[in-house]
């Protein structure tokens, strides 16, 4: 028998002997820009944040009643709220909740689509990713069938509220008013609040080679 | 030049090579494990909380390395789930001569990468990293439940195709793997 944590450190041995092929061995530099320019986005985006912070401080205290119902003096605040407010407070953090799904109808052999619509991140939104935009972009969407219109699935991260009618379509998931721009026999995902189709690939894409590949979409998925 | 270049030139110098090697074992490729890592060294030093020490920063990469390879994995692409999906170990294929040290980690690599992400990640950070699950847990911002139940799950699939590797670690009381658990 061999120890498994030898054989990783062998294999981690093996694979950071390549490492000095890689251009970050090379040369850092490039690495260092990007850092620097996240870094100044993010000094920015604060500013901006702490602006419209301050600016939403000011307006209350303008309009709040002041004593007997009047309206008090306007007030500047003298200070600046935190420079760096955290994103969940601001309640950007739907990247780290999770999306509850409601089942609809099947096909024969899909039963669901998995991407980030229905993921949970590790991290808070930081809206530096394509990932983490889509998230906040799109919290809640269905997933529709248009070969018979009918709801596959839907996936909600703000409340089941958000879905409509889709939270209960009854027992034949029939979607209440098709679209008929959405392209015929494909899976339409689109966003629950405005209808806008996300994306939408023929069924077929998904059915081609399925008993092929399904051994490891089946150990693929987390 | 600033404090945090300071630090993540050195980082890059002294532990790049380690970082890589984690990065490579996770991806199983080397450009995307280049990609990874300077992805993590992105995510690590824009913030600045991990531009304090060496040491400091390679914990937060190493962090940032495992959670950027699961969100990568997670957006990579749609992917569509089956009705039926259970997995059939048995029928996965199984490399028949192990015997020498360095083709056991050829095979684990191959078989690392039949692992779904968190899998990979959790099983990686225990054998190749020495962490705890708590740690593992806190590392990729999962319960430690989950994170023992990914490990649980990974070290299974691992023990079908790698008969002859030995998951027993000295704590393995927190990992106890038997045989037909429930998944």
Redesign the interface.
């Given at each position: 028998?061999?120890?498994?944590?030898?054989?990783?450190?062998?294999?981690?041995?093996?694979?950071?002997?390549?490492?000095?092929?890689?251009?970050?061995?090379a040369d850092?530099a490039p690495?260092?820009r990007?850092?620097a320019r996240?870094?100044a986005r993010?000094r920015g985006l604060r500013a901006v944040i702490g602006a419209v912070a301050a600016a939403g401080l000011w307006f209350a205290a303008a309009n709040v009643p002041w004593g007997g119902g009047q309206a008090g003096p306007a007030h500047t605040p003298t200070a600046v709220p935190s420079a760096s407010p955290s994103i969940s407070a601001l309640g950007l953090d739907l990247c780290?909740t999770s999306a509850s799904l409601v089942v609809g109808k099947?096909?024969?052999?899909?039963?669901?689509?998995?991407?980030?619509f229905n993921?949970t991140?590790?991290?808070p939104c930081d809206l530096s990713?394509?990932?983490d935009q889509?998230v906040m972009a799109h919290p809640d969407t269905i997933l529709i069938n248009t070969t018979d219109n009918t709801m596959m699935e839907a996936y909600y991260r703000t409340s089941i509220d958000a879905l409509g009618a889709y939270a209960n379509l009854g027992p034949d998931f029939v979607v209440p008013n098709p679209d008929p721009t959405w392209p015929a026999d494909s899976l339409v995902l689109i966003d629950a609040k405005t209808g806008e189709v996300i994306?939408a690939?023929p069924i077929s894409d998904?059915?081609e080679d399925?008993s092929d590949t399904?051994?490891?979409?089946?150990?693929?998925?987390? | 030049m600033s404090d945090w270049r300071d630090v993540l030139e050195q980082l890059v110098m002294a532990r790049g090579k380690a970082l890589f090697g984690y990065a490579y074992v996770l991806t199983g490729n080397r450009d995307e494990a280049e990609d990874l890592l300077q992805d993590a060294l992105v995510r690590a030093f824009r913030s600045g909380r991990s531009a304090q020490s060496i040491d400091a920063a390679h914990v937060y990469v190493k962090k940032a390395i495992a959670t950027a390879f699961i969100d990568r994995a997670r957006r990579a692409s749609v992917r569509p789930r089956l009705v039926s999906e259970d997995a059939a170990l048995g029928d996965w294929p199984v490399t028949p001569d192990h015997a020498p040290r360095t083709d056991a980690a050829l095979d684990l690599q191959v078989a690392v990468r039949t692992l779904a992400p968190r899998e990979r990640a959790c099983v990686v950070l225990r054998y190749m990293e020495d962490m705890r699950v708590e740690e593992i847990a806190g590392a990729l911002g999962i319960a430690p439940g989950t994170a023992k139940r990914y490990l649980f799950d990974a070290v299974a699939q691992l023990k079908v195709v790698l008969p002859e590797l030995d998951f027993a670690m000295q704590d393995a009381a927190e990992v106890a793997v038997s045989e037909g658990g429930e998944r």
């Open positions: 028998m061999i120890e498994a944590r030898i054989a990783f450190q062998e294999l981690r041995q093996r694979a950071g002997a390549a490492y000095d092929a890689t251009e970050l061995a850092v690495t260092e990007r850092v996240d870094r993010q780290l099947p096909t024969e052999t899909i039963g669901g689509l998995e991407g980030w993921s991140g590790t991290a990713t394509e990932w889509l994306f690939d998904y059915s399925i399904a051994k490891d979409d089946a150990t693929a998925g987390s | -």
